[in-house]
């Protein structure tokens, strides 16, 4: 009898006990990285690495991609340091800016393969929306924008050069 209990107790501990302490140690293991992750002096770092992207754009690149000269009024935005590296930009009642993107290599495919066409995309709305300039020699400055919750694309603004002027008006009230 008491081999026997101590047989169910054996097994009990192994496919029970044992699976418990793998899962316990595991979670510690996630939570440690995870902390580390969102340490404020960690996301600061990492933000101020972006930011440092974000205000040195490869204008030869965007150049080549958006198969176009760039707009002036894009290169305006991106020379207003202040303004494209802030966060959370109220456009419209609609509509803020959340973060201005990097316009590199690395930004602009990322963006292209979300997208799933050649685009240049400037910036993402608070709702993780891209806002972009399309690809093509024969495309307008109209800045659009897609939503990721159903793929409708939309004008976002009539031109880089007006939406640059609402972005300023709203950031100096």
Known sequence: MND???G????VLLFVGLPLVILKARDRVVRAQRDHRNRPETQAATRQAYEQRIIRP???YVERHLGRPV?????DLY???VLVTSRDVQYSTAHSISTFEALDEHGIMDSTAWLGVKAVAFATTDMGDPVYLRSGSSEADSVHITYHDGGDTEIFAESVAKMLEVLRQRKRA
């Open 4 to 6: 026997t209990i101590a």
């Open 8 to 11: 169910v107790l054996a097994i």
């Open 58 to 60: 490869d204008w030869e």
């Open 71 to 75: 707009p002036q009024a894009l290169r």
């Open 79 to 81: 020379a207003d340091r």
